[in-house]
Nanobody, 123 residues
Framework: VQLQASGGGLVQPGGSLRLSCAVSGRIFGINAEGWYRQAPGKQRELVVGISSGGLTNYADSVKGRFTISRDNAKNTVYLQMSSLRPEDTAVYYC??????????????????WGQGTQVTVSS
């Protein structure tokens, strides 16, 4: 099982970016997912989480500006970021609880992290 994050880059303040996180492998189902970020010298923090039922939990700092969504057919979760600010600059990581098939076709659930994608907001 792998999580592949993409979509980061350099954007001016007030601009937008969309991050994607695609899950691949022998998966049975994707449970809770989320996006985290880590700025230089700071701890990793939750940006937004989404439950398997679609309930969302946004950090106060991004409410009204960021939107999480998922495409179940593509096993992909997205983070649409708008009205970006310099303080949004960080490495963004996707995270997911995934139920997968082992080599013996047993089901297991584990938490996975994507590799991180850099978002830089600067003029």
């Amino acid at each position: 099982v792998q999580l592949q994050a993409s979509g980061g880059g350099l954007v001016q303040p007030g601009g937008s970016l969309r991050l994607s996180c695609a899950v691949s492998g022998r998966i049975f189902g994707i449970n809770a997912e989320g996006w985290y970020r880590q700025a230089p010298g700071k701890q990793r923090e939750l940006v937004v989480g989404i439950s398997s039922g679609g309930l969302t939990n946004y950090a106060d700092s991004v409410k009204g500006r960021f939107t999480i969504s998922r495409d179940n057919a593509k096993n992909t979760v997205y983070l649409q970021m708008s009205s970006l600010r310099p303080e949004d600059t960080a490495v963004y990581y996707c995270n997911a609880d995934i139920t997968y098939y082992t080599e013996y076709n047993h089901l297991r659930t584990r938490n996975y992290w994507g590799q991180g994608t850099q978002v830089t907001v600067s003029s």
